[in-house]
């Protein structure tokens, strides 16, 4: 969660007055601020989306006024654009909280409706236009380093760089080649080292480790005469479970492959291989696994991993800006029910009417699937199941 004081957490569950604040700079003086009257509008923050942070923000404008017309026509050649939410306490102090620094993408202004309405992007969106214009072999170097050094070919030192990775402990990058796609040979790097990256509210990157699902919730959504739930919606979604992992491996193209299938066995479980659900391979081919023994385990851990049904929590609430995804939250739900969550996507509203929008996800196991029984296929006999399994 963003720094704010107790004082703002505490105004939060009581009536309060919001303010916002978008702050533009436009390509031709990046550091002379340009203040706006804000009619509305929205910030988004998705954990799966390569861009995390986008947003959508409604201004004031007139087409009259030349000096307004010429900075709004000017600003999708590199300008960026600040949005803040935060609260006026009653003796007329602001505590604002960033929301995110964007580069302008888009603008749209109407005739005669007296607004201008700016599409954002967070500075992925450069990343993402600034591909490759040779292959990229980040042979030798740890991947953190990698990724930083990506991020540096265009952004240099004008920002900051927060990295709570351990490059130290990582293993050398040995056989990579990216072509053309710069966002994309960062996420691939970040995900094989259990990282993610991404830019924060200040436009700084950040790599770090993924966020854990538990621990102590920094923000509690609940009902009643102080609290912030409006409202829940829960559910689930069978399309990610698989019931069987397939695992190939090929370190030796003069030998033969490494066969391994790993099923749910559980004859109690409802994603038994087989059963009610069928047979739902996920099929993994893999050059590095060099042992049937690393074969069968890798093949187990991702049965671990695919069973149970995707869980979507998505809550309604009065909107605390200083939420981000990443943090724990707790929920007392209105039927009693307790519990925490990680925050998968964010939606701030910038205008007084509107509610905050936060989505959960996990996996949610019945009884039967919280220590599975694992069936083991290995060589032939693998190869023969996905074949009757495929039939």
């Not at 990046?30 to 509008?41: M, R, S």
């Not at 930083?148 to 293993?171: H, K």
């Not at 072509?179 to 094989?192: C, F, H, N, P, T």
């Amino acid at each position: 969660m963003e720094t704010v004081t107790p004082r703002f957490l505490a105004a939060l569950r009581q009536t309060h007055v919001i303010s916002v604040r978008v702050t533009l700079f436009r390509p031709s003086a990046p550091t002379v601020p340009i203040a706006c009257q804000v009619l509305g509008g929205q910030v988004t923050s998705d954990a799966d989306a390569e861009i995390r942070r986008q947003a959508s923000v409604d201004l004031a404008f007139s087409l009259a006024d030349p000096v307004t017309l010429a900075v709004v026509r000017e600003l999708p050649f590199g300008g960026y654009c600040l949005v803040e939410r935060g609260i006026r306490y009653a003796n007329g102090e602001l505590e604002l909280v960033k929301l995110g620094r964007f580069r302008v993408e888009n603008v749209t202004y109407p005739d005669e409706q007296g607004r201008a309405t700016l599409t954002l992007a967070d500075r992925m969106a450069q990343i993402a236009d600034e591909s490759f214009t040779t292959p990229y072999v980040p042979v030798g170097l740890k991947p953190s380093d990698a990724i930083v050094a990506l991020v540096q070919a265009v952004f240099g030192s004008s920002i900051a760089y927060n990295v709570t990775t351990t490059p130290a402990g990582e293993t050398a990058i040995v056989d990579a080649v990216y072509d053309e796609d710069r966002a994309a040979a960062i996420s691939d790097l970040a995900s094989g080292i259990g990282a993610e990256a991404f830019f924060d509210s200040n436009g700084d990157f950040v790599l770090r480790p993924k966020p854990p699902s538990t621990g102590n919730p920094v923000f509690t959504f609940d009902a009643g005469t102080t609290g912030v739930l409006v409202s829940g919606q829960e559910s689930l979604d069978r399309s990610s479970v698989k019931n069987g992992v397939a695992v190939r491996a090929s370190p030796d193209p003069t030998l033969p492959s490494i066969y391994s299938l790993a099923t749910d066995a559980d004859p109690a479980s409802p994603t038994r291989w087989g059963g009610p659900f069928g047979k739902v391979p996920l099929i993994v081919n893999s050059t590095s696994i060099q042992t049937q023994a690393q074969a069968d385990a890798t093949a187990a851990s991702l049965l671990n991993l695919r069973l149970g049904l995707s869980r979507t929590l998505e809550l309604h609430a009065v909107p605390n800006p200083a939420l981000v995804v990443g943090d724990l939250i707790g929920v007392n739900h209105s039927d009693g029910r307790s519990e925490v969550s990680l925050v998968n996507a964010v939606q701030i509203p910038l205008e007084p009417e509107g509610d905050l929008i936060v989505t959960t996800r996990a996996n949610w196991r019945p009884t039967a699937l919280q220590a599975p029984t694992i069936g083991r296929y290995v060589g032939a006999a693998a190869m023969k199941e996905l074949e009757e399994a495929a039939a």
